[in-house]
């Protein structure tokens, strides 16, 4: 295998700032870019990051990043996390995967799912409820994060009352996928210590009383000797992290979209028929994962070239949902698009099992929004966001004027 490196800097301010002239420049001069920074290859083009996705010899590699800068006794310290994540399924061998995914299709049908939309409408009325006298609200805070929470821990069974302790925890979690330090090494640590303790009395209560919720079905499983309580525990974690995460990421980047693209929200407005072509050019151009990372299990060929086993790849989905070899005039917002064949949950054995309530939470909130509020308008302050390392950005606040 040959190579001629170039270098480009993901942690230049510039491109931490906006990193789409970046991808753009190595997709057209090096679409499988070697990165010292990362110890890894970077793809950016549409066709090499389905490949990827698709082909099973390269596994998942979403460990927390930064571990390398640990000392040994940092690393003693934190093996209950690092224990705990490498037991989330797609973190997991494809088989063990494959039997999480069997299980939770159980409880995630299309029939559970639609079910869902009417709590989710009464949600997001009620959140919206509570800002309305005040003519404005800050959307992250307020709607964006509040809403999937509030689903997600009522589709495991956990009180409503949890939310707000739901979402601090999930904050903490967050950090180490990211590059962390210790310091957020040890406050994840003790997130998930905290979530595992929640949940542990919760599913002994589902052994004994089994109700309708992802915990009674996790407890039937371990009654079946499908999985252990560490792997129940690990994953209800998961779940309640990745299951409001990545909603509340959409649900408020969306809305910065629109803002950013006033006339795509007046055509939304006049048209919410297309809310559902809508969300796909949300996750299209902004979808909240910026990357995913494989490593190689034996030799591959990406993108032309041979690389040897335990090479990583860090796939940039959004780059790859920005190739205009696949996507006409990449980067407008255009909420028309069809078709649209972005990758933003990913394909293939690990596809996101939450892909369809993440888009029915997407939608019911923002045609809700608009339905009640249409002259809505950014509020003062503007959107603000922080870079989510090696490619993406997070959105922190969104003011908004309800009017």
């Known amino acids: 295998m040959t190579d001629s490196r170039t270098e480009f800097d993901l942690f230049s301010p510039a491109a931490m700032a906006e990193p789409m002239p970046l991808l753009h420049r190595i997709r057209a001069q090096e679409p499988v870019a070697w990165l010292p920074q990362l110890g890894a290859y970077l793809l950016t083009r549409h066709a090499d990051v389905v490949a990827v996705l698709k082909d099973r010899r390269l596994d998942v590699a979403n460990m927390a990043r930064g571990m390398d800068?640990?000392?040994?006794?940092?690393?003693?310290?934190?093996?209950?996390?690092?224990?705990s994540l490498q037991l989330w399924m797609g973190h997991t061998d494809p088989t063990d995967h494959v039997r999480f995914q069997k299980l939770l299709k159980r409880y995630f049908t299309p029939a559970t799912v639609e079910a869902l939309r009417p709590?989710?409408?009464?949600?997001?009325?009620?959140?919206?409820?509570?800002?309305?006298?005040?003519?404005?609200?800050?959307?992250?805070?307020?709607?964006?994060y509040p809403l999937p929470a509030s689903v997600?821990?009522?589709?495991?069974?956990?009180?409503?009352?949890?939310?707000?302790?739901?979402?601090?925890?999930s904050r903490d979690i967050l950090a180490v996928f990211g590059i962390a330090d210790v310091t957020q090494f040890r406050r994840a640590q003790a997130s998930v210590l905290a979530m595992q303790d929640h949940l542990r009395p919760?599913?002994?209560?589902?052994?004994?009383?089994?109700?309708?919720?992802?915990l009674s079905v996790f407890a039937e499983a371990e009654r079946e000797g499908l999985v252990t309580e560490e792997e129940i525990l690990?994953?209800?974690?998961?779940?309640?992290?990745?299951?409001?995460?990545?909603?509340?990421?959409?649900?408020?980047?969306?809305?910065?979209?629109?803002?950013?693209?006033?006339?795509?929200?007046?055509?939304l407005k006049a048209k919410p028929e297309l809310m559902r072509t809508a969300v796909e050019e949300m996750l299209?151009?902004?979808?909240?994962?910026?990357v995913l990372v494989r490593v190689a299990a034996e030799p591959v060929t990406v993108g032309g070239r041979e690389y040897p086993a335990g090479t990583q790849f860090y796939l940039a989905m959004v780059a790859g949902n920005r190739d205009p070899e696949v996507f006409a005039d990449p980067d407008r917002f255009d909420i028309t698009r069809t078709p649209n064949r972005h990758t933003a949950f990913g394909l293939g054995t690990f596809y996101c099992l939450g892909a369809a309530l993440a888009r029915m939470e997407t939608d019911e909130c923002l045609r809700i929004l608009l339905e009640r509020f249409p002259g809505l308008r950014p509020g003062e302050g503007g959107p603000v966001w922080q870079p989510s390392l090696p490619v993406g950005h997070r959105l922190t606040a969104l003011p908004v004027e309800l009017a």
């Open 202 to 214: 919760l599913l002994d209560e589902r052994r004994r009383a089994p109700r309708e919720d992802v």
């Open 152 to 169: 997600i821990a009522e589709i495991l069974g956990l009180p409503a009352t949890d939310r707000d302790k739901l979402q601090q925890w």
């Open 234 to 267: 690990a994953n209800g974690v998961l779940l309640l992290f990745a299951g409001h995460e990545t909603t509340a990421g959409l649900i408020g980047n969306g809305l910065a979209l629109l803002f950013e693209n006033p006339g795509q929200l007046e055509l």
């Open 284 to 290: 299209r151009y902004d979808g909240p994962a910026g």
């Open 119 to 144: 709590r989710v409408r009464q949600i997001t009325h009620d959140l919206l409820d509570a800002v309305a006298p005040g003519g404005r609200m800050e959307a992250v805070r307020d709607l964006a």
């Open 69 to 83: 800068r640990l000392t040994p006794r940092e690393r003693a310290e934190l093996q209950p996390l690092f224990r």
